[in-house]
C-alpha cells in the first residue's frame, strides 16, 4: 500500500492543522492507521492509532484531548486534526500502515510495514 501525507505547515501556538494521509494500492479497510512523528535530534515517536474500523483508537499522553484521528473508508484516507498545538509539537510527521490483527493498536513504529513520505509541522511560539 502506498500512502501520501499532506497538510502540515507552520502554524501559531494554539492554532489547529488537520493532516491527511490518503492510502491506495491496497484494501484499505485490513490495515491499522498510525501516525507518528520525529523531531530534529530526535527517535520517530508514536502519536496515535486507529483501528480498521475506526473504533479503537489510542493516543500518547501529550495529545491526547488536543489531537483527533479518524478515517474514512470511503476515501481511503486517514486524518490527524490537531489542536491546541504546542511548540513541542513542531516535527514531521508521518503516516503509517500495518496489517490489521486485532487489538491491542501498536505504537512501535517497527511493527508498521507501510509509511507515507512525512509532511512538516511547525509551531512557532
Known amino acids: 500500500v502506498q500512502l501520501q501525507a499532506s497538510g502540515g505547515g507552520l502554524v501559531q501556538t494554539g492554532g489547529s492543522l488537520r493532516l491527511s494521509c490518503a492510502a491506495s494500492?491496497?484494501?484499505?479497510?485490513?490495515?491499522?492507521m498510525g501516525w507518528f512523528r520525529q523531531a530534529p535530534g530526535k527517535e520517530r515517536e508514536f502519536v496515535v492509532a486507529?483501528?480498521?474500523?475506526?473504533?479503537?483508537?489510542y493516543y500518547e499522553d501529550s495529545v491526547k484531548g488536543r489531537f483527533t484521528i479518524s478515517r474514512d473508508s470511503a476515501k481511503n484516507t486517514v486524518y490527524l486534526q490537531m489542536n491546541s498545538l504546542k511548540p513541542e509539537d513542531t516535527a514531521v510527521y508521518y503516516c503509517?500502515?500495518?496489517?490489521?490483527?486485532?487489538?491491542?493498536?501498536?505504537?512501535?513504529?517497527?511493527?508498521?510495514?507501510?509509511w507515507g513520505q512525512g509532511t512538516q509541522v511547525t509551531v512557532s511560539s
Open positions: 503509517a500502515a500495518r496489517p490489521s490483527y486485532g487489538l491491542p493498536l501498536r505504537t512501535d513504529r517497527y511493527e508498521y510495514d507501510y
Open positions: 486507529i483501528s480498521r474500523s475506526g473504533s479503537s483508537t
Open positions: 494500492g491496497g484494501t484499505f479497510s485490513r490495515y491499522t
